[in-house]
């Protein structure tokens, strides 16, 4: 497993609206089909790959997403987003992946963005628990105890956060 992280540059923002986050967390699972999390925070992104080579699809992306900010905004304002694409960490056991896992899908906690990873819509986690669009294999210890797993922080709440319980009615149609 592998860990990339990008920056902005200093003082510049990757995105100003939502439509701009969705766009690039988006253009991240079109790219990296393979991802095991993923979130776009306002300065920098989290992408943990199953594997190492990827440095080339990031620089693309980045690549991508910058042009796209400069044509929405008008000129050249996204043409300097991004610092130079870094190396990615490697993730060396299967503890150290669960905790990167927790780790990129905390950090908006962390950041002090939202205070449940729920809330974060630039995320894979609501992915991983069933409640996002794209589907992740299922946690090994379940939906519930996984949410739990990584919602259990101090830049959270410490006990964890429920996982929302959808209730459906039942009607007849006729």
């Not at 080339?56 to 992306?61: A, D, I, N």
């Not at 490697?90 to 809330?119: G, I, M, T, W």
Request: hydrophobic share 40%; charged share 20%.
């Amino acid at each position: 497993m592998h860990h990339f992280v990008a920056h902005a540059l200093p003082g510049r923002l990757l995105f100003r609206t939502w439509e701009e986050g969705l766009h690039l967390y988006n253009l991240i699972l079109t790219v990296f089909p393979e991802a095991v999390a993923v979130v776009v925070m306002p300065d920098h992104i989290h992408i943990l790959l199953p594997h190492p080579d990827k440095t080339k699809r990031l620089r693309t992306l980045m690549s991508a997403h910058a042009q796209w900010i400069a044509h929405r905004r008008g000129g050249s304002d996204g043409v300097f987003l991004w610092s130079p694409a870094p190396l990615p960490e490697a993730v060396v056991d299967e503890q150290k992946e669960r905790r990167n896992v927790r780790y990129v899908h905390l950090n908006p906690c962390r950041n002090r963005l939202v205070s449940d990873p729920l809330s974060w819509p630039l995320s894979s986690h609501r992915d991983h628990v069933g409640l996002g669009n794209r589907m992740f294999p299922s946690p090994k210890e379940g939906v519930e105890g996984f949410h739990r797993y990584v919602s259990a922080d101090p830049s959270g709440t410490v006990q964890g956060t429920e996982m929302p319980h959808i209730r459906y009615e039942t009607f007849d149609l006729l």
